[in-house]
């Protein structure tokens, strides 16, 4: 963005003239510098990062992929790579060790000072996924005897080291979490005032063991900026923040567009999957769905001698079945994704049922006129009253289908977001051929 | 959820001891209460909501969807009305309005005092889903030449009344926006230090006629928990929060999880939208759709005489054309997500059709396999070669129309979301049945 603005800094990289031009991207923004280096080659990337001043250099770092991260530490000396390492925040850095292959980790956990060591370690024994692996151990926690004076010198000693003061932790003697305190809490109260006056014991938390999706829904439902992680015993173990908890809720957000369209999760960004990660992560729901298709094929075959009796209804077929499909995709969509932000709750099924049959019999009689019109045209009466009542028809059982599905996956305890559009598609395909069949049939006297 | 382990509740609800009740949910956190509120008949819910101490019902209320702040609205006095307007946040507050017919909003704005109106008037005087409607008036400033003792003396005194004291905005006189401090390092500083002495000079603003989809993107990528909003001179308005940014992002995640299934954005939820709304928002895409369509009828119309002399053909219509609209849809989807989220620039379409490309053609392979086993045994070895090449190239060719109109659309600056399941499937429906007559005729010499 600002390389199209700036000729000079090009210039400056085409005379490789490094130094003035660390001079003047050093007051830049990070994100702005890991845009700039990663429009270079490798080399120079290096070259230009490690002239970076350190605390630019740290901050510059943490804002890069942790693949980017991991080619930039195979060319930095064990002395360059342990001040990085140490610099970047714990979440983070567990985020680079998940993405290295295990002898990597092995060497760059080395490299670790033990209390490191052992912090990265807690943050990878919770299983993936999890609160646990969110959040960050770097707080700042103060006792409820403790004066405000004496809080303040505590967040004054500790926040240096923390992700965020906003939120203050009170704890008792064996660490247990007892409240938590805005900062701006602390800073309004008198500094004589005890920490327990100003506490009402009402805290929400997290368990390490959550899944992280409920991180995201928590943090959303009680509008705040971080939440505390306990375990079992309610003891602190940290806190998650709502900017890593937005990072979340994009990547999951991403997984059910992927899972809409049945390709299974990514796990990395697009740019970062390669031809035959993609080609895994879509074959398997493309062959299944060759299964479902054959009941398509089966009704064909069923009705063989009504089509070649009036081979006109073959006209009709990708229309019919492409409507259907487009009305169950529809259905199935809004469904997954009003049961996925919570507007509708599993034993609301019964109302959307009905409410999804009148919105399909609206859909079905204005989709059946439109059919019974170009039926008309194009084959007579007969073939019009035949298409216009398939339509119909079919536009009113793709749209129950489309809405059933995902109900009844959730009710079986599976992802309602498997209910892709191919999917529905594909179900909603082999029911309309058999609806337009049976009505031709009986219409038409075959 | 505690409704179901406080069997007490629902014999004090049942019993309508509604004192009883009040003196045991006054101490749940407040959106608990709105989730049983929202369990009781509207008489008794506003007889309930009445019996809560002040600023308890002032905190419920603000949990509350605009729609059912109205409702309840209509049952209290004036007062009481005047008394929760002035106590919403001012963003809740025109969330609250923006959701009200004009007579509704016109008795409401009467009951606001001068200030508080002249407070709602300019946030609506900002477009619809721009960030000026998104932000909040309530933030703390400070001068450049304060002490850090006298900043903090005006966070004690503005920090009531504020959505967030965790930045601190430094202005000039003309109040034009000159920095952003975290609370945390003027908490550090020394109280005698300058507040000039902290600034960096180094802020990142959002215009209040930004689109809030750009907040999003700002407070994800600076990982920050609030942006100031200034105006074309720089001059503070507002400041934009995380909590809020994080609800406009699940919006707009269900907008184009809508609109990836062609249908229109609801605006509502889906479970306040009616019958009628949600028919609205699907039947133009339907009838859209229908026109598409009409060309996959158009070819099997030019081949009726090749479908006619070998109707086997016919029963791998929908096995082949739903496989090309399957990984059509994949694709497409892939890409609108991957643009969306910035994961693939508009200028690296070269790259990424090359990529999508060889991903096509190995599960073109695949499935063409697939294809050619089902050929051959249901109409012998030359339906085989036929439907064996068919998936082959229908699979290749879906594949790219699926990762190029999103392309296309963005060239055009279209919204890429538009390339919705249902328009790929339709399209590479109509390719599909045209590549399959084609290499039909000529395999078998019709």
Redesign the interface.
Known sequence: MLLSVLPDIKELIEKKDWYALRGTIA?W?A?EIVDLLLTLDKPERVLLFRLLPRQLSEEVFSYFEPEEQNALLKELTDEETRQLLASLPPDDRTALFEELPGQATQRLLNLLSPEDLKEVRQLLGYPEESVGRLMTPDYVAVRPNWTVAQA?EQ??QK??D?ET??MIYVVDDSWKLLDALE??RI??ANPTDYIEQLMDY?V?SLSAFDDRERAVYM???????ALPVVDSNGVLLGIVT??D???V??EE??E???K????APLKV???EAG??S??AK??G???T??FV??A??GV??AF?HT??SA?AL??????L???G???G??S???M???LA?G??KVDQWIRTVL?EL??GV??GL??GF??SL?GYF?GGPAIGVVVGLSMLAIIVVANIIGVAIPFLLTKFRLDPAVAS??LI??VA??AG?LIYFVIASNVLHL
Request: proline fraction near 4%; aromatic fraction near 8%; avoid cysteine.
């Open positions: 007051k923004p994100p303040l967040i004054r926040g240096k923390s003061v906003n900062l701006r800073i309004l009402s929400v943090i959303q439902r009680y509008d705040v900026f709502a900017d908890v937005m990072d809720a994009q957000a991403t059910d567009f992927h809409g369209a049945a390709v960004s697009y740019r031809i035959w993609l080609y879509r074959i729901w493309l062959i769905l060759v298709n054959l398509s094929s064909i075959s063989e089509l070649s081979i073959a006209f009709f077929i990708p229309l079945i492409d409507s499909g487009n009305a995709s529809q199935a969509t809004l997954v994704r009003a932000t507007e509708v409410k009148g919105v609206a859909l204005t989709m439109a059919g170009l194009r559009s191919p598609t594909s395909d082999a051929l």
